[in-house]
């Protein structure tokens, strides 16, 4: 029965066990500023709008699709929509990071954790027994999560745009809402038009595409928003309205560039304004808007507030704690909440701090404009300085984002060690595996564990490639007499070769070298390392060597372990592989009754959905060599039924194997 080796907090340790692959317990910041929408300021009422969602919601639609281009109150029609009808909901955002699907399932989870905190019952996690078919493992989620979600209830997916296009997230998305239940009601906000895969579900009018005439301003609502802005300038409101309209033709965020902050003057023959209605048309050129960011905006602003503005653009979100480590500006947290008060393309998330986020069209602006002003190399210093704060403040996914692209190799390779059991962990081998191929040669010249990690992080897509890793890091251990990373590395291999299903006789220059250091040193290893060598050396043994006499003394090791280790997820593995090396000499009783304790535990635990169906396939086994056949047939048909449930592809075999001995005696 192959099961994925899990990893385990550094030391840097290990990989052994299927460990479901559950996210932290509590959101973090940046967490917050994904999964809550932002806080509105007072807007102008566009309760046609409203209307217009609610018309497709009773003609059966289940996905409101609103495409515009940057700045045209995508969001704000959204977070609108929440605040009028006042439904419970939850808020994604999506990122580039969102490509790989153990992210996007680790940040959903984490965001019905949020929006549905009363049950208490962990959502199904990506564990990579579920890696092998997952559009089922998608339908099988959504349908739990939606359960989660009163009805009736809305689902923001915001930035759709964002989400690589060809990403395996964009199919399993179709999968997800197809399995949308009458009540709940999508809304998706994207630069782009739906993609092809989604044609089915337009033809049907379960996804109507929002017109996106309906977004740009009207005349009487441009006069609103100058009302807003300007209270006091009643005498030549019309006048600018209709100027600013001509200029805008109704672009929002034009608008509010324009438009605040600023005194009307009837427009002359040399004022930039008069070539924005065509440059904007269809709001396609965006190198305008970077010009009259530059006139009309930072121009305008204290210097410190400048800085602010500028030093921050590079943060995907950030606290207004951060803001002023980075800046030095102890006002950061003021000025930032007036720009946000004041609609000017500042975004505030409400938690137990407040997460300010750029309106993605100022932080290209932002980050452009600094990069002139600042000079490439002083940019990167600045850069390498936000990183390292975010590293300290516990943002480690986007410190490790700046620090690859400041080339900070070292500190790149620090963290992506130390932070690589938690990514695998949650099942995240791909963004791992990314991160550690950008790192160049001569940093993994100087550290080994790169290698390690590497490895682990291919042993779902590439195990053949895994397996280089692997003897490329033992090599180097080697060298160094680092006997801990020898047996990881060793462990590795026999997993790779495991795993890749071919010339098994390759496991044979292993076992020798794991029971060596073995001998020698195991009492330098913590449970978590032991656990993952056992497993290993089991594996191997079963496969290679199942009726050698160290075939008896590993079992022994095994068992002395087990009764000290209360890891369930991993006990079930190492128990079925004592119960499959015990055949061969005849001690299985001895061996069960030895372990009698370790399997009540393991029967009274709360395994995930995999690592039951695991536990009762050994069982099956377990009871059939004792003789308890009738048991046999008992714990094989729980195992089916959890199958059928959950299609779990990679147990097929093992059922079928298990399904014949639990047959034979009837």
């Known amino acids: ?17 299927t460990r479901p692959l559950r996210p932290s317990s509590a959101p973090t910041h940046l967490s917050l500023a994904k999964l809550t929408p932002p806080s509105l300021p007072t807007l102008v009422s566009r309760p046609q709008l409203i209307e217009q969602i609610e018309e497709a919601r009773h003609k059966g639609a289940k996905v409101i699709w609103i495409q515009a281009p940057p700045g ?4 704000t029609l959204a977070t609108s929509y929440i605040r009028t009808t006042k439904c419970p909901m939850m808020w994604y955002q999506f990122n580039s990071g969102d490509a790989d699907p153990a992210t996007w399932v680790h940040y959903l989870t984490l965001g019905i954790q949020q929006a549905a905190p009363r049950f208490r019952k962990p959502m199904l996690a990506l564990e990579p027994a579920y890696l092998a078919n997952l559009p089922e493992f998608t339908r099988r989620f959504f349908e739990e999560l939606f359960m989660r979600l009163k009805s009736p209830s809305l689902l923001i997916f915001d930035n759709y745009h964002d989400l ?17 239940p009458p009540g709940v009601l999508c809304i998706v906000t994207s630069r782009q038009a739906p993609p092809p895969a989604l044609a089915t579900l337009i033809a049907d009018q379960t996804l109507m595409e929002f017109p996106v005439q309906s977004l740009a301003f009207d005349l009487a609502e441009t006069e609103q928003l100058l009302a807003l802005h300007h209270p006091k300038a009643k005498n030549t409101a019309s006048e600018w309205a209709q100027d600013l309209h001509t200029q805008t033709q109704g672009w929002v965020a034009g608008m509010i560039l324009l438009g605040t902050n600023r005194t009307y003057s009837p427009p002359s023959a040399t004022s930039a304004p008069q070539s924005l209605s065509r440059k904007t048309e269809h709001f396609g050129d965006h190198s ?10 930072l121009t305008r602003l204290s210097s410190d507030v400048r800085m602010l503005l500028l030093k921050t653009a590079m943060l995907p979100a950030f606290t207004d704690h951060i803001a002023h480590k980075l800046t030095g500006f102890a006002m950061a947290g003021y000025e930032l909440n007036k720009l946000s008060r004041a609609r000017y393309f500042v975004e505030n998330r409400e938690g137990e701090q407040k997460v ?3 309106h993605p069209l100022f932080k290209e602006f932002l980050r452009h404009q600094a990069e002139i002003e600042f000079g490439s190399d002083t940019w990167k210093e600045l850069q390498a300085e936000a990183a390292k704060i975010l590293m300290e403040e516990g943002w480690i996914d986007e410190a490790i984002a700046l620090f690859l692209g400041t080339h900070q190799d070292a500190q790149v390779s620090r963290l992506l060690i130390e932070q690589a059991p938690k990514f695998l962990e949650q ?78 006789d390759r496991i044979d220059e292993w076992l020798p070298v794991i029971d060596a250091i073995w001998e020698k040193h195991v009492s330098e290893f913590p449970p978590e390392v032991q656990s993952t060598v056992i497993i290993a050396m089991m594996r191997g043994l079963y496969w290679r060597q199942p009726h050698k006499t160290i075939v008896h003394a590993w079992v022994k090791r095994a068992v002395a372990f087990v009764q000290q280790y209360d890891h369930f997820s991993e006990l079930t593995i190492i128990l079925h592989h004592i119960v499959c090396c015990s055949r061969s000499f005849g001690s299985i009783q001895e061996i069960l009754q030895a372990t009698t304790p370790v399997i009540q535990k393991i029967d009274e635990a709360p395994l995930s959905p995999p690592n039951q169906l695991a536990w009762e396939i050994s069982q099956t086994g377990i009871s059939w060599v004792t003789g308890a056949f009738s048991k046999a047939k008992i714990h094989y048909q729980r ?4 199958l059928i449930r959950h299609e779990v592809p990679v147990f097929r075999g093992p059922m079928l194997f298990n399904g014949l001995y639990a047959a034979l005696p009837g």
């Open 288 to 297: 305008i808007l970077f010009d009259y960011f530059v006139q009309e905006a």
């Open 356 to 358: 300010f986020q750029y």
């Open 72 to 75: 045209a109150g995508k969001t």
């Open 427 to 504: 099942g995240r081998f791909q963004t791992l595996a990314e991160w550690l191929a950008r790192l160049p040669a001569q940093e993994y010249e100087r550290e080994p564990y790169l290698h390690y990690w590497r490895g682990m992080s291919l042993l779902l897509q590439d195990p053949t490639a895994g397996l280089r890793c692997f003897q490329t890091a033992f090599h180097i251990f080697q060298s160094r007499e680092d006997v801990r990373g020898m047996l990881l590395a060793a462990s590795g291999a026999i997993y790779a070769i495991d795993f890749s299903w071919s010339n098994l």
């Open 639 to 642: 195992a089916l039924d959890l």
């Open 1 to 17: 029965m192959k099961t994925l080796p899990s990893p385990q907090r550094q030391r840097p340790s290990k990989p052994g066990g």
């Open 164 to 180: 690589p296009t060809d990403c395996p997230v964009q199919s399993l998305m179709v999968e997800a809402f197809r399995t949308i």
